[in-house]
C-alpha cells in the first residue's frame, strides 16, 4: 500500500522560508515522477513543481526562483524548499506519485496515482 505523508507546514511571514516533506512508503521514489501541488481557499488545485525520475525538476512560474524540489533516494522522500515565501502561496500543499519516469506538463495533476492529505501554509504580510 502506498502512503505519503506530508509534514512541515505552518505559519510564516512574507519573506521567510518553510520546508515541506513527504514520507513515502510502498513505493520508491527514485523511480517515478513526484510531484507538489497547492489548493488555496476558493481556487483549483495547481501545479508547484515537479521531478522525474532522474531528477529534472519543472516549477510553476509563480514560484520559480523561489522553491526547490528534490528527493532523497535513501530516506525515500521527497522536500520542497519554499523561500521569499509571499502571502499568495498560502494553500494547503499535497505531494504525489505517478507511475512514470517522465512527468509531463506541470498541470493540476489530475494523472498522479497517488496523493497524500496535505499540509497547511499560511504567509501573512
Known amino acids: 500500500q502506498v502512503q505519503l505523508v506530508e509534514s512541515g507546514g505552518g505559519s510564516v511571514q512574507a519573506g521567510g522560508s518553510l520546508r515541506l516533506s513527504c514520507a513515502v512508503s510502498?513505493?520508491?521514489?527514485?523511480?517515478?515522477?513526484m510531484g507538489w501541488f497547492r489548493q488555496a481557499p476558493g481556487k483549483p488545485r495547481e501545479g508547484v513543481a515537479n521531478?522525474?525520475?532522474?531528477?529534472?525538476?519543472t516549477y510553476a512560474d509563480p514560484v520559480k526562483g523561489r522553491f526547490t524540489i528534490s528527493k532523497d533516494i535513501d530516506k525515500n522522500s521527497l522536500y520542497l524548499q519554499m523561500d521569499s515565501l509571499k502571502p499568495e502561496d498560502t494553500a494547503v500543499y499535497y505531494c504525489?506519485?505517478?507511475?512514470?519516469?517522465?512527468?509531463?506538463?506541470?498541470?493540476?495533476?489530475?494523472?498522479?496515482?497517488?496523493w497524500g492529505t496535505g499540509t497547511q501554509v499560511t504567509v501573512s504580510s
Open positions: 504525489a506519485a505517478d507511475r512514470v519516469p517522465r512527468c509531463g506538463i506541470l498541470t493540476a495533476g489530475y494523472e498522479f496515482n497517488y
Open positions: 510502498g513505493y520508491t521514489v527514485k523511480s517515478y515522477c
Open positions: 521531478i522525474n525520475s532522474d531528477g529534472i525538476t
